[in-house]
């Protein structure tokens, strides 16, 4: 019995009885012979692999050019059959593959005079820089220019005319946004970007006054620039999030209708203000090309009360409230959601 169980745990040697050594600073091991096989571990210079005696190719008869001198006496060297694959071990013992350009067969006779323990030329695998990097090195990683535009929805903002009648039924649709920002590194703060915040908002708004005789639509928007300051909080291999703080110039503009059963009357209110921004943009990255982004931003709006005015006189008089002709807007916070795309230069 214990004969059987030596033969069974000397069965690996058996048929891995060549050793050979890594000449590569960080050979991988394939699954398959293919280097679009998984990559099952990796095996550093120097380090001792054992590879399937049936994959060393010998011919007796065959020499190489390659002559060296033994004690006065002149030995033709012969060829060692180098394959570009050969089988191995990986560490849990299953079959693996290595390229043959990247380990030397210890054959322990004179065909070890046909390759170096050092691969020649450059080292494919050799990651390294060589030490002090310079100055103008080409780093690219976190200095490129962003640019992205996104379309976004959020809830309605509450806010409307000061109407002279209470209000029995209010309808308030879903608030739209196109927002583009282009953001540039800076040179004193790394990891932080200044940039430049422009977005466009709309929205529809539907009232029934209590009065039972009129109903009134409010349709407009508003334009919003302003500059931002951004933090690349984490960045992997293919995701990256971002966050972000403004302050923006907005300007409004919102047409207020009434209509009654024989009488409409619409009127322009229009007005500038502030807003506090703070944004937070989920990007994965390299999804459509290697410099194209896609994007997930989540945006909060910070308004102070303010209002908007018209420069028209009302013609039906009995419609608005001479004494708060204005759109008033409550002090609040809403939030859009954005998708969109980002492109690096």
């Given at each position: 019995?214990?004969?059987?169980?030596?033969i069974?745990?000397l069965?690996?040697?058996?048929?891995?009885?060549?050793r050979?050594?890594i000449?590569?600073?960080?050979?991988?091991?394939?699954k398959?012979?293919?280097?679009?096989?998984?990559?099952?571990?990796?095996?550093r210079?120097?380090?001792?692999?054992?590879?399937?005696?049936?994959?060393?190719?010998?011919d007796?008869t065959?020499?190489t050019?390659?002559?060296?001198?033994?004690?006065?006496?002149?030995?033709?060297v012969?060829?060692?059959?180098?394959?570009?694959?050969?089988?191995?071990?990986d560490?849990?013992?299953?079959?693996?593959?290595?390229?043959?350009?990247h380990?030397?067969?210890?054959?322990?006779?004179?065909?070890?005079?046909n390759?170096?323990?050092?691969?020649?030329?450059?080292?494919?695998?050799?990651?390294r820089?060589?030490?002090?990097?310079?100055?103008?090195?080409?780093?690219?990683?976190?200095?490129?220019?962003?640019?992205?535009?996104?379309?976004?929805?959020?809830?309605?903002?509450?806010?409307?005319?000061n109407?002279?009648?209470?209000?029995?039924?209010?309808?308030?649709?879903?608030?739209n946004?196109?927002?583009?920002?282009?953001?540039?590194?800076?040179e004193?703060?790394?990891?932080?970007?200044?940039?430049?915040?422009?977005?466009?908002?709309?929205?529809?708004?539907?009232?029934?006054?209590?009065?039972?005789?009129?109903?009134?639509?409010?349709?407009?928007?508003?334009?919003?620039?302003?500059?931002?300051?951004?933090f690349?909080?984490?960045?992997?291999?293919?995701?990256?999030?971002?966050?972000s703080a403004?302050?923006?110039?907005?300007?409004?503009?919102?047409?207020?209708?009434?209509?009654?059963?024989n009488?409409?009357?619409?009127?322009?209110?229009s007005?500038?203000?502030?807003?506090?921004?703070?944004?937070?943009?989920?990007?994965?990255?390299?999804?459509?090309?290697?410099?194209?982004?896609?994007?997930?931003?989540?945006?909060?709006?910070?308004?102070?009360?303010?209002?908007?005015?018209?420069k028209?006189?009302?013609?039906l008089?009995?419609?608005?409230?001479?004494?708060?002709?204005k759109?008033?807007?409550?002090?609040?916070?809403?939030?859009?959601?954005?998708?969109?795309?980002?492109?690096?230069?």
């Amino acid at each position: 019995m214990k004969k059987i169980i030596c033969i069974i745990l000397l069965l690996p040697q058996l048929a891995f009885s060549k050793r050979a050594m890594i000449i590569v600073l960080e050979a991988p091991i394939f699954k398959k012979p293919s280097t679009e096989a998984r990559i099952v571990q990796y095996a550093r210079k120097g380090s001792i692999v054992y590879i399937d005696n049936r994959d060393i190719v010998d011919d007796p008869t065959a020499f190489t050019n390659k002559v060296i001198t033994f004690k006065d006496v002149k030995i033709p060297v012969p060829p060692s059959g180098k394959q570009r694959w050969y089988t191995t071990l990986d560490r849990n013992g299953q079959q693996a593959f290595v390229l043959g350009q990247h380990i030397k067969v210890i054959y322990n006779d004179f065909r070890e005079f046909n390759e170096d323990i050092s691969k020649d030329g450059h080292d494919p695998t050799d990651y390294r820089l060589t030490e002090p990097i310079a100055d103008n090195y080409p780093f690219t990683e976190g200095k490129e220019f962003r640019f992205n535009l996104a379309i976004g929805l959020g809830p309605g903002q509450k806010s409307n005319y000061n109407y002279n009648a209470p209000l029995s039924r209010e309808d308030y649709r879903i608030r739209n946004g196109v927002a583009i920002n282009i953001l540039w590194p800076t040179e004193i703060l790394k990891h932080f970007r200044i940039g430049l915040n422009a977005g466009f908002y709309s929205q529809m708004r539907r009232f029934y006054l209590d009065d039972g005789q009129r109903s009134a639509n409010e349709t407009g928007g508003s334009f919003s620039l302003g500059p931002t300051i951004n933090f690349d909080q984490f960045k992997g291999k293919s995701f990256q999030i971002t966050y972000s703080a403004g302050l923006n110039f907005n300007w409004a503009r919102y047409f207020v209708e009434q209509q009654s059963l024989n009488s409409v009357e619409e009127r322009l209110f229009s007005g500038i203000y502030l807003t506090p921004k703070i944004y937070s943009t989920f990007q994965w990255q390299r999804v459509f090309f290697d410099s194209v982004d896609l994007l997930l931003q989540l945006e909060g709006i910070f308004d102070y009360p303010h209002s908007y005015n018209s420069k028209s006189d009302p013609i039906l008089t009995p419609f608005w409230t001479p004494d708060n002709d204005k759109i008033s807007v409550p002090g609040g916070a809403t939030f859009l959601l954005y998708f969109g795309v980002q492109a690096k230069i």
